[in-house]
């Protein structure tokens, strides 16, 4: 396992655990009360956002936190017990390959700052704060997180202790004054896209974007520049008011914004795919790219947003904007879901309905999109492509 993918699973766990169409009248949302100040970060164009207008209530953290303990003291004995597997292994494979080698010593290295502190207490040890403020979106394609501390010092000292306890040559950096993090595989600008990770004065900053384009993004990133008119918190709170969620959490996934990085030839990632050889938008004819952009429009947006967060209750919603004609056809595949059991002893059970009949019409009714002329072909040389679709009784 490389150690971009590792420290993003490790980052990725830290997380769960800190963790716990416009109607005719349109919803109007008079002043928009938020500490968030993260929000000040965002781009008006991000393809994605998501974060919390306010923190988790306090009780509600210690209600879960009671319902989950048993939870955590399993995982906690897991922690040591890989842990200790770990070490044994090290003596064991002393002529293992380097690589293997190294991510093993970073697992040791990030279990070793977990061994004992899977709780409030000890993650607040560590600089995280359960009731943190946190944000996430796309600087273009590339995701930003950015949470909230309760100790910027503590956490930075984590990290340097992780990185020395694992042996990984990974000095901090800096740029116009602000330092940080570039890990991946091999530590070099020559990587497609590397892990960033910064520790600013009120929270912690992690972005994956490509080394080429550090002189473009990093400004944005470690907070040097802002954005003149952000509008994220603006955004999430219309959101919630149009579809009752709380404040403590939604998000918004725009797909027309999304495709846009992709295929307009100016953007960052546009610009990545062109090196490395891959495919270049700027070869697209316009007729894929309506084709593309028709595409999405059935569906253009995605929303989720959390409903309800009390001591004893947690309501999420998601929701898929499509186009009214296919709300209406696809109403008609809807089936009935069988109850989950409401004693049952699980952790977690899921019910799932399906109409295959229908489901199978539809996608009868339906033909796949044709390209008049395929990605990279000129003009001059167009064709038309229909795939088949198979019904199976």
Request: net charge negative; with cysteine.
């Amino acid at each position: 396992m490389s150690y971009l993918r590792l420290l993003a699973m490790g980052t990725a766990s830290l997380l769960m655990i800190t963790a716990c169409s416009k109607a005719e009248n349109a919803v109007e949302v008079a002043d928009i009360k938020s500490d968030n100040s993260l929000f000040d970060y965002v781009p008006s164009d991000t393809p994605y956002l998501a974060g919390n207008l306010e923190p988790t209530p306090n009780d509600v953290i210690e209600s879960f936190l009671q319902r989950f303990q048993p939870a955590l003291e399993a995982a906690q004995s897991e922690v040591g017990k890989a842990r200790q597997a770990l070490e044994n292994d090290a003596l064991v494979n002393n002529e293992a390959d380097s690589n293997d080698q190294s991510n093993s010593k970073l697992e040791k290295a990030i279990l070793q700052e977990l061994d004992g502190k899977l709780s409030r207490q000890g993650m607040e040890s560590l600089g995280f704060d359960l009731r943190s403020h946190k944000v996430l979106y796309g600087m273009g394609v590339f995701p930003v997180l950015r949470i909230g501390l309760s100790d910027a010092g503590a956490l930075r000292t984590t990290i340097e202790r992780v990185l020395s306890n694992a042996e990984i040559k990974a000095p901090e950096l800096e740029f116009q004054g602000t330092s940080y993090w570039r890990l991946g595989d091999g530590g070099t600008q020559d990587e497609p896209v590397s892990l960033y990770v910064s520790v600013l004065a009120d929270h912690l900053a992690i972005g994956i974007f490509p080394p080429m384009a550090e002189t473009e993004l990093l400004p944005a990133f470690l907070g040097l520049e802002l954005p003149g008119n952000s509008n994220a918190a603006s955004r999430l709170a219309e959101l919630n008011a149009e579809h009752g969620y709380t404040s403590y959490g939604s998000g918004i996934l725009d797909l027309d914004r999304l495709l846009e990085e992709f295929i307009n030839p100016d953007t960052v990632i546009a610009r990545m795919m062109k090196a490395s050889g891959e495919s270049d938008p700027a070869d697209m004819t316009p007729e894929c790219i309506n084709e593309y952009r028709s595409i999405v429009s059935n569906a253009p947006r995605m929303t989720v947003g959390t409903l309800e967060l009390t001591p004893s209750a947690i309501a999420i919603q998601y929701r898929v904007e499509t186009k009214a004609t296919l709300a209406q056809q696809l109403v008609g595949l809807v089936a009935d879901i069988p109850a989950a059991n409401p004693q049952s002893n699980r952790i977690l059970e899921f019910s799932l309905g399906m109409r295959l009949g229908a489901a199978r019409d539809f996608l009868r009714e339906r033909p796949p999109p044709s390209w008049k002329a395929p990605l990279n072909v000129s003009s001059s040389s167009r064709s038309t492509k229909v795939l088949p679709i198979h019904s199976y009784n």
